[in-house]
C-alpha cells in the first residue's frame, strides 16, 4: 500500500520535470513579447507556491497576499528607480515638494541590500501579524477579513503618501537592473531564466517541507487545528511560520514580477488582485504544489488570450470559473484526471474530493 | 459644541448607512456563515432597479406622480435582489453551506459576472437618479440644520431593522429560520424543511442588500462596481459586531461610523480610513470573535 | 483498598474548588476531584452535569472561574496553554471521533506521538526505526495494521475512536481522559476496549466520562457522579447505587434529563 | 499496487491535457496567431475591419487602441474609445490614410497600469503598430511611457492631466495644466471670489494640481481656507461639507475623481448648499459624469474644458451629430471624447502629410493645424501638447453647459508651466530633463 503515496509522489515528479523542460526550451520557440509574458506568470506561479502552503495544505486563507507581493514589488521598484535618476530624486517626489530622498530610499540603492529587503521585509511583517493574530486564535473567515482589513489600509496608505510611493501612478520609468538595460531581450531573459529557477528552488524546499513531519503537521491544522493542540503541539508558531515562508516568497515573486513589468501601481496589490492569486490555487489544484503552478501559468494565459481577443467577455469567463471550480471542482486540475477516471469506472471508494476541504 | 454636534450626526449618519449596508449580510454571513462577496452586487441591483423605476416613470406615468417612483423603488428593489438571492443560493450557494471560504470565492466570481451583466445592460457610465422632491433641503434639529435625507435613511434603517426583529423573533417562520441556522440536524429532524429556510433565508439577506442599493442611489453613484465601494465595510462591521448577533451589528455600525467620522474630523480622510481599519485589526485582537458572541462548547 | 497504599501512589491531578461559569450559568460548580496514578476512575452523571466542561477545564480548552487545578503535584494548569498541558502529561480523547481526515493513520500516530514537538524540532524531525517500531506496535494494539496507509477519513466509526485512542495513548500521557470511548461501538469492541483501559492503567492515571452503566460496572473502581456542575457523591459503584441522591437524579426526574439533552447541552465537540 | 498505477497516469494525463491547453493558448495568440485573433477583432467590429482579417501592409495600416474597456475606469474610457472608433471610420469612409484603410487593434487595460504596460508592448512588438490612441488615468499614461520610448511608438493620450511630462512619444490631447487649471483660476478669482477650498481625490492629479494652485493663490494675494483630500471611491460627504460650512470658502476647487463627484454634489444639495452659497469649478465633470450625478444638483456650478457639447464651431455640429447617430441620441460627448476624436484625424493628417506612418517622421510632421470640434488645434512641436482654446462653462438645468468665459484663442501649452515665474518651485528642475 505504501507503493501508493510512492507512485503519487513519483508521477508529480514527471510532471514537473516535463513542466520545466518545457519553461526552458520555450523562449526558444517565443516571441520577446511572450517570454517576457511568460516570465511574470512564472512569477505569479512562485507566488502560488507560498499562498497554497498556506491554504491549500494548512487551510489559512488570507486574502492580504498582494501587501507581500506589493512589498517586494515596491522594494525591488525604488531600486530600479534609484539606478534609473542615479541617485537624484523622482520626479514625483519634486511635485510633491519633496527635497531630498526619504532614508529608505537611500537605503536601497545598494542591490544587495534591496534583494534581501524584498524577501526580509514582507517575512518581518508576516511575523508581526501573524505573531499577534495567530496567538490571539483568530481563525478562518475571520483572519480572512482581517487580511481584507489590511489590503485596504496598505492600499490607501500607499496611495495617500505618494510623495515617496509616487501614489496610484506607482513606480515606473526605470532604465536599466544592476547596470544592465531593462529594455535588452538578453536581459530579459535571463530574468526569465532566473525567475525560473527560483520557481523551481522554491518548488523543491517547499515539497521537501510538505513531506516532511512538518507537512503533516500543516494538514492536520486544516483537518483539526484544536485536535493537534490537544496533542501538545503550538499550532500558532507552525502558522506563523508558515505565514512568514509564504510572505517571504510573495516578496520575492513581487520583485521578479517588477524586472519584468516596469511597474508597480497600487491596483497590483488591492483586494481584487489578492483574490485572483487565490483562483489560481483553485485552479491548479490546493495542496498540491504543482497543480497551483500550472494554475497560473493557465489563468494568466487564459487572461492574456481573452482580453487579447474578447475583452468583454473575460470577465464573464474569469467569474464562472470561479463558481465551476469551487462548486464542482474543489480538487482543482490536479484532480481532473481522478473524477474522469472515477465516473468512467464507478469505483466504490466515497472519496468525494469535496470532502479533502470541507474543513477548509 | 456645535461642530461636535454635527460631527456625531455625521457619525449617527454614516453608521445608519454602514448598517444598512452590512444588515443584510448579518443574515447572510452571521445566520448561513456564507461569505457573500456579490453582496455588494446585490447592492448594485436595488440601485439600478431604482433607476428603471424612475426611468418608467419618466416615460409612461404623469410628471406629478414622479416623487412616487422612489416610494414604489423600494420594495421593488427588495424584490429584484430577493430573486437573485433565490437564485444565487439555488444555483451556487447551496452547494457550499459548511464551507464558508469556498463561499467567499464562488460569491466574488458570482460579483464578477452581476458587474459585467450591468455593463452590457447599462453600460460602463455611472447613470444619474433625480432624488424625489420630499427628500430635498434641510430639517432643524437641535438647532442645527441635518438634510431630509439623511434623518429619512436614519429612519428607514430603523424599519428595516425592526421588521427583520420581528421576523426573526416573533414570527413562525423567523423561528424556524433561527432552528435551522443554530442546528441543522434537529431542525431537520423535528420536521422544518432546511431547504426552504435556507433559501428565504439568503432571499431575505439579500432583498435587504437591494433595499440598501435604493437607499444609496440618494447619496452615492449608481454603476456597474459601486458594490466593491461597500463590501469591505460591510464585513467589518458584521466582524466587529459578532457574528450572528443582530445587536452586534447595530452597535458596531454605529460605533464604527461615529469613530470613522471623528476621525475623518481630527486627521483627513484617507487616515481616518486607515485608521480605523488599524482599530478594527486591533480590536479584533482583543476579541477575536467580535463586541457579541455567544460562548459555544463545540471543539472548532 | 488499603490506606497505606493508596497514600503512597502520586496524586496526579487535584482539583480544588472548581468553578466555570457560562454567562450566568454554572457549568461546573465548587468541584473537588482527586485522580491518583493508576486509578481507572468514572465520572458520571446526567447529560448537562458538567462531566465534559470538566474535561474540558482540565485540558485547558476552558477556562475555570474560581478554584484551583494541580497536576502531579507541581503544574499549576490554569496557567498553562493547551499544548503545554498536553507536554506535562494530559492526553484527551473527544466524544466525537476527531482524527486528521486527510492524513493516513500512520501519520495521525507518527503525529501524536511522544516527542519533541516544538516547531524547530519537527522541522528537522526524520522518520526512525524506533519511532516506526514503536507505531506499529500501537497499530497492532488498536487493531489498524491493515488499514495504516489508508486516509482516516475513510475509516469506519469505530476505527476512528480506536484510532484516536492509540493517538492519545502514543502520547503516553500521565493522565489520559475519555470522553464516551465506547459511544457507537459493538459489544465486541466494547469489551475490547475495557480490556484496553485495564492494560493503559498500568501507565497512567485514567478518568472516563460514560453513559453505559453496564460498562462503567464492570471496569470501575472509583466512580464520581456529577450532577448541575457539583460533586454528588463519589465512592465504588456499589455505594453509587446505593445512594438515594443519584437515584433521584437517575430516575425521579426523568423530565429534567430529557430537556437537558436540548442541542446546546450536547453540542460538545 | 495497480491502483496506484493508475492514480499515475490519471495524474500524468491531467497534467498534460492542461500543458497542452497552455501550449495551444500561447501559440493561439502568439507569433503565428494573429489570424486568429483579428478575426475575433473583425468579428467584434465588423464595420470598422471590414472582410480583411489579415494586415495587408500595401492596403492596411494597423492602429492600436488601449482603453479600459472593463474594470472602474471602463465607465470614463468607454466614450473615448469610441470617439476613437468614430474617427477612424470616418477617415475609412474618406478612402483612408495614404490610401490605406485603416486597421484598429483594439485592447482592454483593464483599468490597471501594469496591463496597460503589458498591452502596448503587444500592439508595439507583436502587431506592430505605430501609433496607439488610449490611456486614460495618470497612472496608465506613466505605465505606457517607458514602453512607447523603449520600442519608439507614438502614443496619443487624449485627457487633461497634471503635466509635468513631456515625453518625446507622447502626443498630449488633453489639455496642460496652464490650459485649464490656471486660467480657471484666474477667472475665478476675477469673478467668484478669493477665498479657496481645495478638494480633491487622493491621488497624483489632484495633488499636483493643487499645488499649482497654491502657488497661483499665493501669487494673488489670495486665501486657502482648506486643503482636502478623500481616498478614491470615497462615498460619504458629510465631514468634509462640516469643514466647508466651518472654512465658509467663496469657491471649492474641486478634483475629485469619478464616482466620488456623484457623491459629494449629491450630498452637497442635501446640506443646502447651492451655487448661491458657493461656487464650485470642477476639472473632471463633463457632460457625461453631469448624467451620473444629476444635472438639477449641479446646476449653477462650473467646470472648465476645452471644449462642451455645446461649443459653437460647424464642425462640433457634425461631430455630435455623427456621434449621436452612432452610439445612439441619448448620448453626450464631452472634452475627453472630444480629444479622443480629433486626435485620431490629427495623427492620420500628420501621416499624410509626412507621407509615412514612421514615428520620427510623423513627429516632423506633426506641427500642423486641424479644425477639431473645439476649435482648431496645432501640435506644439516643443513639447508634443496641443494648442487648444479654453473655456468656462455653467452647467445648465439640461445637464448641458453654458460657455461663460474662453480664451478667444488656441492657448500655447505649458506642461511645466515655465511662463510662470510662482511656479518654479513646482516643476523645479523637470523641464531641463
Known sequence: MKSVVANYMISRKWLLLALVILLILLPFVLSDFRVNLLGRYLAFAILVIGLDLLWGYMGVLSLGHGIFFGLGAYIMGIHLKMEASSGGLPDFMMWSGMTELPWFWTVLQHPVIAILAGIIVPMIIAVILGFFTFRNRIQDVYFTILTQALVMVTVTLLISRQDVTGGTNGLTGFSTIFGFSLSDPATQRVIYYVTLGCLVIILLICSRLINSLFGKALIAIRDGENRLRFSGYDTSMFKVLVFTISAGIAGLAGMLFVMQVGIISPTQIGIIPSIEMILWVAIGGRGTLIGPVIGAILTNSAKTFFSESYPDIWLYFLGAVFVIVVIFLPGGLMSLGKKLKRRNSNEKGQTNSKADYSAS | MEAI???????????????????????????????????????????????????????????????????????????????????????????????????????????????????????????????????????????????????????????????????????????????????????????????????????????????????LTLIGPIGPAIGTYYIVDAFMVVVVGGVGMLVGTVVSAFGVGVMNTLFEYWTDASMGKVLIFVLIVLFLQWRPSGLFSLRTRSLD | MKKGKQTAKQIILQAKNTSVKFGAFFAVKDFSFMVREGELHFLIGPNGAGKTTFLDLVCGKTRESEGSLILKEKHDLSKLKEFEIVRKGVGRKFQAPSVFGNLTVWENLELSMKQDKRLSHILRAKPNQEKDAEIKEMLALIGLSEQKDEQARLLSHGQKQWLEMGMVMMQKPSLLMLDEPIAGMTEEEEEKTGELLLKMKEKCAIIVVEHDMEFVRKYSEKVTVMHEGQLLCEGTMDDIQGNERVMEVYLGRKGDTADASTPAARSVV | MKKGKKTEHTRLIAGFIGLVCFLLMLTACGDGGEAASDQAEAQMHPSETGEEVNIDESEQIPVGILHSLSGTMAMSETSVYEAEMLAIKEINEAGGVLGKELVPIVEDGASEPNIFSERAAKLLQQDEVDVIFGGWTSASRKAMLPVVEDNNGLLFYPVQYEGMEASPNIFYAGAAPNQQIVPAVDWLLENEGTEFFLLGSDYVFPRVANQIIKAQLEENGAALVDEQYTPLGHTDYNTVISRIRESEPEVIFNTLNGDSNVAFFKQLADAGITSDDVTVLSVSVAEEEIRGIGADVLAGHYASWNYYQTTDTPENEEFVAKYKEAYGDDRVTGDPIEAGYFMVHLWAQAVEAAGTTEVDAVREAAAIEFNAPGGPVVIDSDNQHVYKTVRIGEVGEDGQFTEVWNSDEPVKPDPFLEEYDWASDISGTLAGE
Open chain 2, 5 to 215: 454636534l454635527i460631527q456625531a450626526f455625521n457619525g449617527l449618519s454614516l453608521g445608519s448607512i454602514l448598517l444598512l449596508i452590512a444588515l443584510g449580510l448579518a443574515i447572510t454571513f452571521g445566520l448561513m456563515k456564507v461569505i457573500n462577496m456579490a453582496h455588494g452586487e446585490l447592492i448594485m441591483i436595488g440601485a439600478y432597479t431604482t433607476y428603471v423605476m424612475q426611468t418608467i416613470f419618466t416615460q409612461y406615468m404623469p410628471a406629478g406622480l414622479f416623487d412616487l417612483y422612489f416610494i414604489l423603488a423600494i420594495p421593488c428593489a427588495f424584490i429584484v435582489a430577493a430573486l437573485v438571492g433565490m437564485l444565487l443560493e439555488y444555483t451556487v450557494i447551496r452547494h457550499l453551506y459548511g464551507r464558508p471560504l469556498d463561499s467567499l470565492l464562488a460569491t466574488f466570481g458570482v460579483g464578477l459576472i452581476l458587474q459585467q451583466t450591468a455593463r452590457s445592460i447599462f453600460g460602463a457610465p455611472n447613470v444619474g437618479i433625480v432624488s424625489p422632491s420630499f427628500l430635498e433641503g434641510g430639517m432643524n434639529v437641535f438647532g442645527m440644520t441635518v438634510p431630509v435625507t439623511r434623518i429619512f435613511i436614519i429612519g428607514l434603517v430603523v424599519v428595516c431593522l425592526l421588521i427583520l426583529a420581528f421576523y426573526l423573533y416573533k414570527t413562525n417562520s423567523g423561528r424556524r429560520t433561527r432552528a435551522v441556522m443554530q442546528n441543522r440536524e434537529m431542525a431537520s429532524c423535528v420536521g422544518i424543511s432546511t431547504r426552504r429556510v435556507d433559501i428565504t433565508t439568503f432571499a431575505i439577506g439579500a432583498g435587504i442588500a437591494g433595499v440598501a442599493g435604493a437607499i
